[in-house]
């Protein structure tokens, strides 16, 4: 679950608060009402913004917006790691979105939350504004990663004189692409759908990476963490897919007290599916068979089938390999990348 944070100055801003949180349920929100609880009155207001900025998904400020940009001004990191940060007059009538509009969905939230407490959502990104595709909220839509959002702005800011943008994708496209969107063009901004992304069809190339790909791990009793994240970096590097493609892992069930995979979990914010044995062998398809390994747990393969079973019957990328202890495999999930025009 997400986890947001709503600061709030006043008793009128406190209740505002609450009633913001009866509209996020999807958020574990905590809140941070200075008047309210009386703990907090001593709480500075610089160190529980450096760290929320840190550790949330969403912030929200119940007060005046100069307080929220002074607040959290100096943690600034980047279009691609700041949380959505949202202002909220204390009377709840003005929600206005001021960080991570688009890829932390500030916008979206300040609908949802506009709706919710009968107010007005103020959105200011001009793509926004004048109904232009925005790239990076599609991208954030569709489960993909934004590698370089840097190129974020070529894109945006063609659509925005008018120009046409291009897109090549490695992934099948369905729908009507947005307007000035061109699959055939040879324009010079762009976004590139693919795994790739060193391919520069563009001349400014924004790289969006789908995030459809499983690892399937298997190990030695008492692995460390170490000899899993090399095994793992080596099958993502022989089969040319990006450490931003992987959505999670998988082994099989009697691994799943196993330290040093759970570690290799926690290190790199996937989850862990575990299967049992017979819902391995269930699993359909062409896996690497080993004797020894269907001795040991009851079925002849465990991380190719980890992986496209993770992936509710996908296809390998990489095949079973092998090093220190630990056998990997990567499996890719069916994706199509949908535009509705």
Not at 175 to 187: E, T, V, Y
């Amino acid at each position: 679950m997400k986890h947001a944070k709503l600061v709030s100055f006043t008793a009128a801003g406190a209740q505002t608060a609450a009633r913001c949180a009866a509209v996020l349920p999807d958020f574990r929100c905590e809140r941070y009402a200075r008047t309210v609880d009386l703990s907090l009155s001593g709480t500075s207001l610089a160190r529980f913004a450096q760290q929320a900025m840190v550790d949330c998904d969403l912030i929200v400020f119940v007060g005046a917006a100069g307080i929220a940009v002074r607040a959290v001004a100096p943690y600034l990191m980047g279009k691609a790691y700041d949380p959505a940060v949202i202002v909220i007059d204390e009377a709840g009538r003005f929600v206005i979105p001021l960080l991570s509009g688009h890829l932390g969905g500030a916008n979206a939230i300040a609908e949802r939350l506009a709706d919710g407490l009968g107010a007005q959502a103020v959105i200011t990104t001009a793509t926004d504004g004048r109904e232009v595709f925005a790239v990076d909220t599609w991208a954030r839509a569709h489960g993909c990663v934004v590698v370089d959002p840097q190129q974020i702005k070529y894109v945006s800011g063609a659509l925005l004189r008018g120009e046409t943008v291009g897109v090549r994708s490695d992934f099948p496209v369905d729908g009507r692409l947005p307007a000035h969107i061109s699959l055939q063009a040879d324009a010079e901004s762009g976004f590139a759908i693919s795994y790739d992304t060193k391919a520069a069809p563009f001349a400014h190339t924004l790289h969006l990476v789908p995030r459809l790909v499983h690892i399937g791990i298997g190990c030695r009793r008492g692995t460390p963490v170490e000899r899993i994240e090399a095994a793992v970096r080596a099958a993502l590097g022989a089969a040319g897919v990006p450490r931003g493609a992987v959505c999670g892992a998988a082994s099989i069930d009697v691994k799943r007290d196993e330290p040093g995979l759970l570690l290799f979990g926690v290190q790199n914010g996937l989850s862990l599916a575990f299967f049992s044995a017979e819902k391995l062998r269930r699993t359909t398809g062409d896996f690497t068979p080993s004797a020894f390994v269907e001795q040991a747990v009851g079925v002849d393969n465990v991380c190719e089938r980890a992986a496209v079973c993770a992936t509710g019957g996908g296809r390998l990328l990489c095949r079973k390999t092998a090093r220190d202890g630990v056998a990997v495999a990567l499996a890719e999930r069916s994706w199509r990348a949908r535009f509705d025009g």
